[in-house]
């Protein structure tokens, strides 16, 4: 008797190890499934050159600037300056002078710099505009919403784009004014 029950108790653990093995495959499988129909969504495009920048609107900070928000579709037919930055990020301090040294003569010429900032509060970011004497539109992106549409990684990552909503060129790091200026003149809108 005791050989007939451990050899049923055998065959029991063995069916539970089955149905285990077989749960955890299944599990796998739905796992990779997901992913696999997760990464064919449109909103893991990776934008490069030559691509629509997508469109986003954000809260506007900078007082300096009229409007209480910024949507790129409304500077349609400008040059834009897309750059993401933060108020910890050294090269991103590096170059904000340059931008704003910059952005007068620009703006007259048809391109909008817009800096995104990707802080995690406001108040910061309000600091940060006064202390740079920033006149530029610096909408915050508190829940990293457009930092997730553009697929930013390292900062400063800075998109120009051209009148016609084109992606022009990707940076990523922080910009010499020389660097800057060309591609500012390289999103100009064409002057007749």
């Not at 190890?17 to 696999?36: H, Q």
């Not at 710099?113 to 509060?121: P, Q």
Request: aromatic residues 10%; negative net charge.
């Amino acid at each position: 008797m005791d050989i007939q029950q451990n050899k049923t108790n055998k065959q029991k653990k063995k069916r539970n190890r089955f149905i285990f093995r077989s749960s955890i495959l299944l599990i796998l499988v739905a796992a990779v499934v997901f992913a696999i129909v997760s990464n064919m969504k449109d909103d893991n495009k990776i934008y490069r050159v030559g691509d629509a920048a997508p469109d986003f609107q954000l809260k506007q900070i900078s007082e300096e600037v009229d409007q209480s928000t910024v949507q790129l579709s409304d500077l349609e037919g400008k040059g834009v300056m897309l750059n993401f930055w933060a108020t910890w990020c050294d090269p991103c301090k590096a170059e904000m002078p340059y931008m704003q040294d910059l952005y007068a003569e620009y703006k007259e010429k048809g391109v909008e710099i817009v800096a995104v900032s990707l802080d995690g509060t406001e108040l910061v970011v309000d600091q940060f505009i006064d202390e740079y004497d920033l006149t530029f539109p610096v909408p915050h992106d508190k829940n990293g919403e457009v930092k997730d549409l553009y697929k930013i990684g390292p900062m400063p990552t800075t998109y120009f784009i051209k009148p016609n909503g084109e992606i022009e060129e990707i940076v990523q790091g922080a910009l010499t004014l020389d660097r800057l200026e060309g591609y500012l003149n390289d999103i100009a809108p064409q002057q007749n």
